[in-house]
């Protein structure tokens, strides 16, 4: 599975944007992009998927550069409830893949009111 | 988004007994489950992967007569942690997907599991 760098920690104030990097040299030509958080206590949250083009939901946004060796998720307003852990994960889709979900260390993202 | 939930949220049980966990698909046909285990400040690390109907996956280092997983429908799996010691105290998460490709996975919203 290829694996994702990401910040081991950031800060972010209250209603600001929040830009959260990846990096992801080694990704393949079938591995999806992943996002999930996880709050304390809780089981993993799904956030947002891609393949190449940027994606929009009610949630976030992610944006793919152009090579696929990196990806941002934005939250546009961050809130308090916004704090949590947020993994940036591969999964291969190609046949014969297992579609696993392998989680890194993720980024634990600050929020100050 | 679609909801997988988890049953017991936690469970406190004696040294050498064994704990059932179950982890269900609301409204979804999951083909495929994934047990996870938590330990604190670190990461998920995943146990096994069950398709439903068949036997599960594990992953290296996971001891599959310890750690019993069966998936005999499209919406249940078990976990089922056999003769429990402290060591096995942890945080146990499930996920489930549908069978198509390109889809999100869905976590339930754990199990913490401490052995006395």
């Known amino acids: 599975d290829a694996k994702t760098t990401q910040p081991n920690s950031m800060e972010s104030n209250e209603e600001e944007p929040v830009h959260l990097p990846c990096n992801h040299s080694t990704i393949s030509g079938t591995d999806y992009i992943h996002w999930y958080r996880q709050l304390p206590s809780q089981g993993p949250e799904y956030v947002i998927h891609g393949l190449t083009s940027n994606v929009n939901n009610r949630m976030a946004s992610l944006a793919i550069a152009e090579d696929r060796k990196s990806s941002t998720l934005i939250l546009h307003r961050a809130t308090l409830r916004d704090a949590a852990v947020y993994y940036c994960?591969?999964?291969?889709?190609?046949?014969?893949?297992?579609?696993?979900?392998?989680f890194g260390t993720g980024t634990l993202l600050a929020v100050q009111p | 988004g679609a909801v997988v939930s988890q049953h017991p949220s936690r469970v406190i049980c004696k040294s050498g007994t064994s704990v059932k966990i179950e982890c269900r698909s609301l409204?979804?046909?999951?083909?495929?489950m994934f047990w996870y285990r938590q330990f604190p400040k670190q990461s998920l690390m995943l146990m096994a992967t069950?398709?439903?109907?068949?036997?599960?996956?594990?992953e290296q280092g996971v001891e599959k007569d310890k750690f019993l997983i069966n998936h005999a429908s499209l919406t249940l799996s078990t976990l089922t942690v056999t003769s429990a010691h402290p060591e096995d105290s942890s945080f146990y998460i499930c996920?489930?997907?549908?069978?198509?490709?390109?889809?999100?996975?869905?976590f339930g919203q754990g199990t913490r599991l401490t052995v006395v």
């Open positions: 409204d979804f046909q999951a083909t495929t």
């Open positions: 069950s398709n439903e109907g068949s036997k599960a996956t594990y």
């Open positions: 994960i591969l999964r291969d889709e190609g046949g014969g893949a297992t579609n696993k979900l392998i």
């Open positions: 996920s489930a997907r549908g069978g198509s490709v390109n889809t999100e996975a869905f």
